[in-house]
Antibody, heavy 121, light 110 residues
């Protein structure tokens, strides 16, 4: 059974940093691209970043480029999101999502339960 | 302002068929496949449709998807009360080199 468990969310001041983690299990972690998607409470979904299975390719939304860094540890089957220079508009629930393969290569086939990040003074 | 355009709301009565539209452009829906997600209140999104019209195992065949040009749609037939949720479309965008989502459609079962 595929499981994605996010952690690391919390309250941080504007300008501060936070690192989110997503522990994955139930599949061969290194074979799949992994992504972060966020959602402001009561609002829609916004894609944040994706990293390829091997870690060689990364992409970011313009809204976080230069401030957020996605990474993964194959030995721990864990995906990370380092968030620096946080702003109030980064306040959201952050979901870890597994990207499918083949015909599902452009879809998020499994999602974690999310972790809330609040940026406020 | 979302890159993909969905109606903010839709409604239907139990047993009815409802459709939700998703409009994009040549850089996203026009050149890549569309996926759809269901988000029940207080839960994480769940994949409903991938590759425009494919259902993951476990998704009832009452859910169907289609795509034509730069638009896509999700249809739910035999609507059930437990399907009251938010529905999102998504696609990879070649110009933005990232995924784009629709703003979401809140489905109400009357």
């Amino acid at each position: 059974e595929v499981q994605l468990l996010e952690s690391g969310g919390g309250l941080v001041q504007p300008g501060g940093s936070l690192r989110l983690s997503c522990a994955a299990s139930g599949f061969t972690f290194s074979s799949y691209a992994m992504s972060w998607v966020r959602q402001v409470p009561g609002k829609g979904l916004e894609w944040v970043s994706v990293m390829s299975g091997g870690g060689g390719s990364t992409y970011y939304a313009d809204s976080v480029k230069g401030r957020f860094t996605i990474s993964r540890d194959k030995s721990k089957s864990t995906l990370y999101l380092q968030m620096n220079s946080l702003r109030a508009e980064d306040t959201a629930v952050y979901y870890c999502a597994k990207v499918g393969l083949g015909r599902a290569a452009h879809a998020f086939d499994y999602w974690g339960q999310g972790t809330l990040v609040t940026v406020s003074s | 302002q979302s890159v993909l355009t969905q109606p903010p709301s839709a409604s239907g009565t139990p047993g009815q068929r409802v459709t939700i539209s998703c409009s994009g452009s040549s850089s996203n829906i026009g050149s890549n496949t569309v996926s759809w997600y269901q988000q029940l209140p207080g839960t994480a999104p769940k994949l409903l449709i991938y590759s425009n019209n494919q259902r993951p195992s476990g998704v009832p065949d009452r859910f169907s998807g289609s795509k034509s040009g730069t638009s896509a749609s999700l249809a739910i037939s035999g609507l059930q009360s437990e399907e009251e949720a938010d529905y999102y479309c998504a696609a990879w965008d070649d110009s933005l080199t990232g995924w784009v989502f629709g703003g979401g459609t809140k489905l109400t079962v009357l």
